[in-house]
């Protein structure tokens, strides 16, 4: 058995994932019991962006509703997970041993990109969740440096989840979300596969460069840079595989599984 959890990335689509039967709905809820037992998750979603990393370290998170105008019961919606200080404080203090460095925020609750996997996977809230922040500058490298820093995690049972979107075209005038997708977003979604699979890192922060229809694909890059923490946190040397895919229109929702078969 190994001594060391792999991570993660999932595509979290829209706040009304819970409320949907939908492939990537019934993705979620099976992915829960292949990690039900972590001491704690450590999300990182695409929905907290700070200048410099920071740790979210509240014992009894709040519920965020970060959107509008969707269905009233998503706003009644209450995910009553527990936080976890000392973790948290932990991984500020890993981050800030490397040259990065790391606030925490002892207030800030759970936003809709961690807390709408987490009911779909422990729908019992009985497992510990903290978050930690993506940077407002959303450079792929230094995302992944800052995955880099959590390695260590894996070693001592947390579970590092990345929440964002695999093909996540939100701003593109032409993107539709309903019926096939575009032959662009196939593309995108296709090469991101082979540089996953192949653990091409060099493309995978780069993808700007070298993807297809990249401003496309991500018009603004938030929802991709939980991808490269995940990547990062895997370790060097590491290379993924497909847990899921799926398509919302030209939505991809796709997960990825990462590890370091060295470690």
């Known amino acids: 058995m190994k001594d060391h959890l792999p991570t993660v990335f999932i595509s979290h689509g829209a706040p009304t994932l819970p409320l949907e039967d939908i ?62 200080v000392g973790l948290a404080e932990n991984v500020a203090s890993l981050i800030k041993d490397t040259d990065l460095s790391c606030d925490i925020n002892y207030k800030r609750g759970l936003d809709h990109g961690a807390w709408v996997p987490m009911m779909l996977m422990y729908p019992d809230a009985n497992i510990p969740v903290i978050q930690l922040s993506i940077q407002s500058h959303l450079d792929p490298l230094i995302h992944l440096k800052l995955g880099r820093t959590l390695n260590e995690l894996r070693k001592k049972n947390i579970l590092i989840m990345g929440s964002g979107g695999a093909v996540h075209p939100l701003g593109y005038p032409g993107a539709h979300f309903s019926g096939e997708p575009s032959p662009w977003a196939k593309d995108f979604d296709n090469w991101l596969t082979n540089v996953i699979t192949h653990g091409d890192e060099k493309l995978l922060i780069n993808y700007h460069q070298f993807a297809p229809y990249p401003e496309r694909a991500h018009p603004y890059p938030d929802h991709y840079m939980p991808l490269a923490v995940a990547f990062g946190a895997a370790g060097e040397g590491a290379k993924g595989i497909v847990i899921h895919h799926s398509w919302l229109g030209d939505l991809g929702m796709a997960a990825y599984q990462f590890d370091n078969l060295s470690d």
């Open 23 to 84: 492939p990537a709905r019934k993705f979620l809820e099976q992915l829960g019991p292949d990690f039900n037992e972590v001491d704690a998750v450590l999300c990182i979603s695409a929905h907290w962006q700070t200048t410099i990393p920071t740790i979210n370290a509240a014992e009894n998170p709040e519920t965020i509703h970060d959107f509008y105008g969707f269905p009233e019961e998503l706003y009644k919606i209450k995910y009553n997970a527990h936080g976890n």
